[in-house]
């Protein structure tokens, strides 16, 4: 069995939150024009490469297993968002929205692409039905992700359908369609440079991160909480993340009965949640929000979190007997 590496992803995310702390600046130059575009062109690039890299055989060898299907997206856009409504009325001050919001945002996104394969595969689970799940849960979170947060607040002049949606679908859908149309002459370089291009995904979402911060402490807003709430931040990424694998678990094994694979599957597949898509839906849906940065603490929490426990999970699976 092979030992675990460490994310060093992980540790980028703080340095760059350290670097919106501190040097703000590149933020703030020419009132962010700069920073915004090359984000919004990294973006676009990323799900470029995105529809280059789909494999189309794989993906149509896992359609057939629709009850697999239903459970991984009932579990990533419904599942996630349930569980945490019954805690809506107990919301009283502004800083407990936040609180709140920033948990549901996390709830509401759409699950991880690659990683997610990655984890099946070193679990010897459904790797075609973890292919095709992971690339059509991004697509239904560019829907399903906004529509959940309009319900729980106020997007103020930012127009949902024009501004939102159509920024989404500009940035993300367009150039997906665009990779997949180029797919069959440009994929096999998709995929021999993929190493590189996820390098460039990721400093794209460190790009995201680091404007959201900065905005965040340059407006003051990390001013007005404590450790405490850090702390509660960390405590409720792992309560959540336990428990809502745990129903996963019991629904996969005991309500649809699926075999070894299916359930690896069902497991990694419905209960991740993607950084990326969270840094580009956070970028439109959190537009005029100060307090950006906030939204997005549990979301990095639970990326870590979920690598390092699914990580030894997968390992684990790995080295069981059949």
Not at 1 to 29: C, G, H, N, V
Not at 116 to 141: C, D, E, R, Y
Request: glycine residues 8%; aromatic residues 18%.
């Amino acid at each position: 069995m092979k030992k675990s590496k460490f994310d060093t992803f992980i540790l980028a995310l703080f340095l760059f939150i350290a670097l919106a702390y501190f040097f703000p600046q590149l933020y703030t130059w020419e009132d962010g024009k700069v920073l915004s575009w090359a984000t919004t062109i990294g973006v676009s690039l990323i799900f470029f490469f995105y529809g280059l890299k789909l494999s189309f055989p794989q993906i149509k060898a896992g359609l057939k297993n629709w009850r697999l299907h239903l459970l991984v997206q009932a579990s990533t856009f419904i599942l996630f968002p349930l569980v945490l409504l019954p805690f809506y009325p107990l919301v009283k001050s502004s800083i407990q929205h936040d609180f709140w919001l920033s948990f549901f945002f996390l709830a509401a996104l759409p699950s991880t692409v690659s990683s997610s394969v990655v984890m099946v595969s070193i679990a010897k689970g459904n790797i075609p039905a973890a292919i095709f799940n992971a690339s059509i849960s991004g697509l239904i979170g560019v829907v399903v992700t906004p529509l959940w947060m309009q319900f729980f607040m106020d997007f103020g002049e930012v127009a949902v359908l024009g501004d939102i949606y159509g920024g989404l679908i500009l940035e993300i859908i367009l150039p997906v369609i665009l990779g997949l149309f180029l797919q069959p002459y440009w994929g096999k370089w998709g995929t021999k440079y993929s190493k590189p291009l996820n390098k460039f995904d990721k400093l794209v979402i460190l790009l995201i991160v680091y404007a959201s911060f900065a905005e965040s402490f340059v407006s003051g807003v990390f001013d007005s909480i404590g450790k405490s709430y850090l702390i509660l931040v960390f405590l409720g990424v792992v309560v959540f993340f336990v428990f809502v694998y745990g129903l996963i678990y019991l629904l996969a094994r005991y309500v649809f009965k699926f075999n070894r694979e299916d359930q690896i599957t069902a497991l990694f597949c419905g209960s991740k949640k993607s950084l990326t898509h969270g840094s580009v839906f956070g970028k439109f849906i959190f537009s005029h929000a100060a307090g950006a940065g906030l939204y997005f603490l549990p979301l990095m929490i639970y990326h870590a979190f979920q690598i390092l426990v699914v990580t030894i999970i997968a390992q684990r699976y790995a080295s069981q007997k059949k």
